[in-house]
């Protein structure tokens, strides 16, 4: 898979919508730093040196926000690193954020976009990088083994990987409260799949496509 690799960057998603304009597939645009690194519900990714950030271009498909998580943390296993998956793609060390996902159709693409906090400062305390574990991770070491991982998963059977997502989600059979665009629910997680998440409210199971997830202490 081609690899274009850029110094700096308004944000690699945007970019690879040019390439795509330009009919361009399968593909990674990876840049050394962003300056308008964009994160899910319009949020901003703060991209300085040091973190890992690409875009992943392919066909489209529903399969990329199950199996996307499922290889990063697959990867991190390779580095002695055990990380969890907040619904719904959020990667996780004792709680804390240590890489984000933001995947956008386009035209007839995907455009999957990664952030890991590997050596960047991290400034917000809900977040962790692997610098803050004591380990070293050679950044592109890490990213040809998590593109072997993921194709080695697209040739799976889909509910094999959807098992898998599951071993690893901090978030399945939890109580939580679920931040819809119009309204906040709050249940019992009772399972999650390639359409979204289904809560347990009161004595009625409810199926929601997506939504941010808060956890909670029972
Ligand atoms: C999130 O957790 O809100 C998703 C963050 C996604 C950040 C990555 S960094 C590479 C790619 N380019 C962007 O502008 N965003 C994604």
């Not at 994160?39 to 690409?54: A, H, P, Q, T, V």
């Not at 496509?209 to 909670?216: C, D, M, S």
Request: a positive charge; glycine letters at 6%.
């Amino acid at each position: 898979m081609e690899i274009i690799v850029l110094k700096e960057i308004d944000s690699t998603n945007n970019y690879a919508k040019k390439l795509i304009d330009k009919n361009k597939n399968n593909f990674v645009v990876l840049a050394n730093k962003q300056t308008n690194g964009r994160g899910r519900l319009d949020r901003k990714w703060i991209s300085n040196e040091g973190g890992l950030y690409f875009s992943l271009v392919k066909d489209f498909s529903d399969i990329y926000p199950i199996l996307t998580p499922l290889a990063i943390v697959k990867t991190l296993k390779l580095f002695n690193i055990d990380a969890k998956i907040k619904f719904p793609n959020d990667i996780t060390i004792n709680n804390k954020k240590l890489s984000g996902i933001l995947i956008e159709s386009y035209k007839d693409r995907v455009i999957i976009g990664i952030g890991i906090n590997f050596y960047n400062k991290v400034e917000l305390d809900t977040a962790i990088s692997i610098y803050d574990l004591n380990t070293f991770v050679d950044r592109l070491e890490f990213l040809f083994k998590f593109l072997e991982i993921f194709n080695k998963y697209l040739k799976k059977d889909k509910n094999q990987i959807l098992d898998e997502y599951k071993k690893y989600s901090s978030t399945l059979n939890q109580k939580v409260k679920l931040i819809l665009p119009n309204k906040v629910v709050e249940g019992f997680v009772r399972d999650i799949d390639f359409d979204g998440i289904t809560l347990k409210i009161g004595d009625r199971e409810v199926k929601y496509p997506t939504g941010e997830v808060v956890h909670l202490r029972i």
